[in-house]
Structure formats: structure tokens, C-alpha cells
């Protein structure tokens, strides 16, 4: 059972940035198709990235520029960067994922930002950003 934990959310003021982060146990990053998504209360849930378990991304287009993606394969975790903060990008942040799918010799990702699409979900970490 994969399991998801996010931290490195806060408050912080506009034009400052924050890097949060999702610790994986019982899957390992390089296995996992995975994504980042928020969600702000009364509102869906947002897609933000997703990242293939080879590293392949895939941005919603407008925060394409301020929101950068990682993992670290060795540490099993998930990044997520927001630069220049917003106060729209207030919100609860979450990681997701889904195990990929293994065709022969080759892996696949969806790279969806369906939340549908994802198994596995953190319990969130909040983001909150003053003007």
C-alpha cells in the first residue's frame, strides 16, 4: 500500500516562494506515476503537474514558469517548487499517485491531471499566502 505524507506548506506573503514536499513508503518514486494537485475549499481539485515515473512532465498550462516539479529517487520523494506566490495559490496541496503501467520492456504514465486517474492521495499540506 502506497502511502503519501506532504509537508513544507505555510504561510507566507506574496512574491515569496515555498518548496513542499511528498514522502513515499511502500512504492518507490521511480514506479510511480505521480502528480501534484490543490484544492481550495468549495472548489475541485486542481491539477497542477504530473511526473512520469522516467521524469517526463506535464504542466497545466498556467502555471507553466512559476511551479517546478522534482523527485529524488535516492530520498523516495516528491517536490513540488512555487515561485513569485500568489494569493490565488492559496489552497491545499496534495500529491497523488498511481503505480505505472509496465508494457514488455517499457513503462507507462498517463500524465493526467484527472484526479480520478490517481489511487493514492496524501492527507495535504495547506498553503497559504498574504498580500
Known amino acids: 500500500q502506497v502511502q503519501l505524507v506532504e509537508s513544507g506548506g505555510g504561510s507566507v506573503q506574496a512574491g515569496g516562494s515555498l518548496k513542499l514536499s511528498c514522502a513515499v513508503s511502500g512504492g518507490t518514486v521511480d514506479t510511480l506515476c505521480m502528480a501534484w494537485f490543490r484544492q481550495d475549499p468549495g472548489a475541485e481539485r486542481e491539477g497542477i503537474v504530473s511526473l512520469g515515473s522516467d521524469g517526463s512532465t506535464y504542466y497545466r498550462d498556467p502555471v507553466k514558469g512559476r511551479f517546478a516539479v522534482s523527485k529524488d529517487n535516492d530520498k523516495n520523494e516528491l517536490y513540488l517548487e512555487i515561485l513569485s506566490l500568489k494569493s490565488e495559490d492559496t489552497a491545499m496541496y496534495y500529491c497523488?499517485?498511481?503505480?505505472?503501467?509496465?508494457?514488455?520492456?517499457?513503462?507507462?504514465?498517463?500524465?493526467?491531471?484527472?484526479?480520478?486517474?490517481?489511487?493514492?492521495w496524501g492527507q495535504g499540506t495547506q498553503v497559504t499566502v498574504s498580500s
Open positions: 497523488a499517485a498511481e503505480p505505472h503501467l509496465v508494457l514488455g520492456s517499457t513503462t507507462v504514465c498517463a500524465m493526467t491531471l484527472v484526479s480520478l486517474q490517481y489511487t493514492y
